[in-house]
């Protein structure tokens, strides 16, 4: 472990450094790892960061290749092979993929190694008036969550601390969503002025 994330680590309140990752663990939510993971990152040259970024483009399109009939059908169509050398070339002949592409196809961008019940369907806010629906595993909302998590960091905030995030909704969002959203919120700032 490095030094960035011991001294990291030290500065956690009593809910940070102990009640969260044991909920977490006993949740089997390994978001702490990937947070210590990320905050290792940070401290890379821009050689190792550069390495990472092509492993994992390398990765992605074996992934799409082997487990995404839709995917596989589409790097045929414009000569993608994800066993050449180079990822990033691989990747600069795909077209960009619209929305509207995502719309039409949503049914088979479904991986097949991925279990319907380990991944989330998630929709975009449709502020351009139609909404994007998409699949997320159980990792990317962990590591999104982390994220989060070293975003805070960045600016002195630890898990366990109190703050208050301020964000819009969909305007597609149910009023029993925004009810809770609301009264979720009003709970958060009574808590947080009590820190005050």
Known sequence: MSEIVKNYRKSFNFRGRVILPFVYK???????????????????????????????????????????????DKFKRFGVNPNRTDPYVELA???????????????????THL???????????????????????????HLHKAMDYRALAWMGV???DPYLTVHGHSPFTSKKKLLSSYLRTILVLQRYKRFQ
Not at 39 to 64: F, N, T, Y
């Open 26 to 72: 006993c949740m089997r939510d390994p978001r702490f790892q990937i947070l210590d993971e990320l905050l290792e990152r940070d401290e890379w040259s821009l050689g190792q960061i550069k390495a990472h970024q092509a492993k994992r483009l390398e990765r992605l399109l074996h992934v799409g290749w082997e487990h995404n009939p839709y995917w596989r």
């Open 93 to 111: 002949k795909l077209p960009i993929l619209t929305k509207d592409e995502v719309r039409a196809n949503f049914g088979q961008m479904h991986s």
């Open 158 to 160: 630890c898990p366990g």
């Open 115 to 141: 279990a319907k019940t380990n991944s989330i369907r998630v929709t975009s806010s449709g502020s351009t008036s139609l909404q994007v629906t998409v699949w997320q595993s159980q990792y990317y909302c």
